[in-house]
Every structure is written in C-alpha cells, then in structure tokens.
C-alpha cells in the first residue's frame, strides 16, 4: 500500500501541473481543487469569466456526476446522525432520463421521515420545467398533490406587508381572461366552479377590470351567475348590469317559491324588512 504521513503543520499534498498547484491537501485534511487553502472538507474553485446561459446551462460546468449504466440515475445522498446515534437522517438530489432513449432529464428531491423506511421523493422538476409536489407527473408549472389536504400557505411575518396571489395576463380586448382559479370535482374533466379576472372596456390604458364567478348544474358545464363590472355594478344573472345590483331571470315569476328573482326569509318570528331611502 501507498501511504503519505505528515507530523507538522505543512501541506499534506500537492499535485502541480507546470507550476501551477491543481489538487491539495492541506494541514487537518481539507482537500483543494483549483485552490491551495480549502475552507471545507471538499473545496473546489475556479476562476472562469464565461456568462451563465440559460439555453445552455452546461457551456462552462464546474463538476459531473455521470452515470454510464442503462436507465440510471446520478444521486447526491446526504445524511446525519442524530446526536450521535444510529437514528440517520437521509436526503437525495437525483437526475434521471423521464424515459429510456430520451434526452428528457428530470431532477428530484427525496426526504425520509422517522417513519420512513427508505427516502422518499417529495419534489420533482420536469424535463418541461413543471414542479410537482406530492406527484411524479406535474401536469403545470406547480402541481400540489396529496392525499390528504393539499393547502397553499403564504405568511408575511413582518408588519405593514402582506402575502398575495398576483395574476397577470396580457391582452388587447375587453372582457379577456387575465386568470382564474377554478375548482374541479374529482378528475380534470369535472370543472364545477370558476371565479375569473377579465379586462376591462379601456383597452388604452389597460386599468380597469372585471371578476366573474361561475358554478355548474348536475350534468352540465359551467355558467356565469354573476359578476363585478369595473364600476362596481353588480349583475346577477346579466353580464350587462344597468344598476348597482341588476338581477336578471329568464323565467316568468309565477311561482313564489320556485321563480322568485329576490326572495327575504327569517328562521325567527320576527319579520323581513326592505328600506329604501334617498
């Protein structure tokens, strides 16, 4: 066997080429590539002046890890102890090709709980750029997916900011979808609510705006119900609302019960009052 010992504060070893130091290990153990004074264990530096291309993300790569097996994966594993003993906290960054002859390459992120036998994928980024949280398959660019509730938190934790969901679409028209949030029953093709953002009338200054809220019948797709016109009118059952509150039926109110367009009711015996005044 070959071995190096070294007894005083020196270098343990450095490897040259020309004149120039490429590899070193240095006093305490601390290995250096491109660097003679490594502040970590593994410490590797470089001084390159080529600009980061994001269509080329490879045109000037500090490290490989490459794999050569068919159908393989090239891991990162990290992993703990905790306090000492034999309890191992365990996490992964993998890459892989999505599909065997494809150039489609995914990374993921893998955890272990204290429950978990093994690490577990939690988080993947596709070939296409589509998170996944909870799934394998992102179907856009962040899919949440779990079998229990799948909530989105967002938390300001300091005072006079506060968190917010901000859709920007871009259009030349009036009354265009500028986003939506959309609920569906089940599977995909089961849309049963929508509340959607629309442009407004002033297609010059493109400040003014609409929201529209949806819902569905049994066995039937959705239908607008009401919505918030950019000057506040409010029309229930019109898209052109003519008053602050325009409600609108196409049925002929015959029946109080089952036609009624406005109906006022107490669960109590006290009784329903309607005030108008200028």
Excluded: C
């Excluded at 130091?21 to 006093?27: A, E, P, Q, Y």
């Excluded at 529209?212 to 039937?220: E, I, P, V």
């Amino acid at each position: 066997k070959f071995s190096i010992h070294q007894s005083a504060s020196a270098d343990i070893l450095n490897l040259y080429d020309g004149t120039d130091v490429v590899f070193s290990v240095i006093d305490g153990g601390n290995v250096g590539i491109g660097t003679t004074v490594p502040s970590t264990l593994l410490h590797i530096e470089r001084s390159s002046t080529t600009a980061y291309s994001g269509t080329a993300t490879t045109n000037d790569s500090t490290a490989l890890i490459l794999n050569t097996g068919a159908n393989g994966h090239a891991t990162l594993q990290f992993q703990t102890l905790s306090s000492g003993t034999a309890q191992t906290g365990q996490a992964t960054i993998s890459s892989f090709n999505e599909s065997s002859g494809s150039k489609n390459t995914a990374i993921t992120f893998g955890t272990r709980q204290n429950s978990d036998g093994s690490i577990i994928e939690r988080m993947r980024i596709a070939s296409d750029g589509k998170v996944g949280i909870g799934t394998t398959a992102p179907e856009t660019f962040l899919h949440l997916e779990s079998t229990q509730t799948a909530n989105l938190k967002l938390h300001n934790t300091d005072v006079g900011y506060s968190p917010g969901i901000i859709f920007q679409g871009k259009t030349n028209a009036a009354d265009n979808l500028l986003g939506r949030l959309v609920a569906y029953w089940d599977d995909d093709s089961s849309e049963v609510a929508r509340i959607a953002f629309e442009s407004g009338t002033d297609t010059s200054n493109k400040d003014d705006g609409i929201i529209s809220f949806w819902t569905s019948a049994a066995s039937d797709t959705v239908t607008e119900r009401m919505r918030i016109m950019n000057d506040g009118k409010v029309g229930i059952g019109t898209t052109a609302p003519a008053a602050n509150l325009h409600i609108h039926t196409e049925t002929d109110e015959t029946d109080e019960g089952t036609d009624a367009v406005l109906t006022l009711g107490s669960n109590t015996s006290g009784k329903m009052r309607m005030y108008f005044g200028v």
